[in-house]
């Protein structure tokens, strides 16, 4: 598990490695990861956008960005959670993920960004 906190805003991701498939001939190697949302700032917040980075060892970076996270803009009181599952394909057994949500703060009206911090996608027992 990897976490990060940003004004407040505790992100906690853990990634697994799902099994491989074939699309069009071609093999990809499926990963999960779930990610924690918890609100430890004094202050309402709600998601509203997605940024991420998606690095795939035999591909290059793909960058995904949207509205909320599959399909939500949770909205998180003090000292709440919110906690999502989604997931990803690689042309390779290695990668990574990182980037970050755009935010709001209700008391402040600002919008602020809230970093994810990098994990690993790698099918066990790739490693030396």
């Known amino acids: 598990m990897v976490q990060q906190v940003t004004n407040g805003i505790k992100i906690s991701v853990i990634s697994n490695f799902e ?3 074939y699309r069009n001939y071609k093999l990809y190697y499926g990963f999960s990861y779930q990610v924690t949302i918890e609100n430890q700032s004094n202050d309402t917040v709600q998601l509203l956008e997605r940024h991420w980075k998606i690095f795939d060892s035999l591909n290059h970076t ?4 949207g509205s909320g996270v599959i399909g939500q803009k949770p909205v998180l ?16 057994p290695i990668g990574a993920m990182h980037g970050y949500y755009k935010m709001i703060n209700f008391t402040t009206s600002k919008i602020f960004k809230v970093y994810i911090p990098t994990f690993q996608l ?5 490693s030396n």
């Not at 009181?77 to 390779?92: D, E, M, R, V, W």
């Open 122 to 126: 790698m099918v066990p027992n790739i």
């Open 77 to 92: 009181k003090p000292a709440q959670i919110h906690t999502y599952g989604s997931n990803c394909f690689l042309s390779s």
């Open 62 to 65: 793909e960058i995904v960005e």
């Open 19 to 21: 099994g491989t498939s």
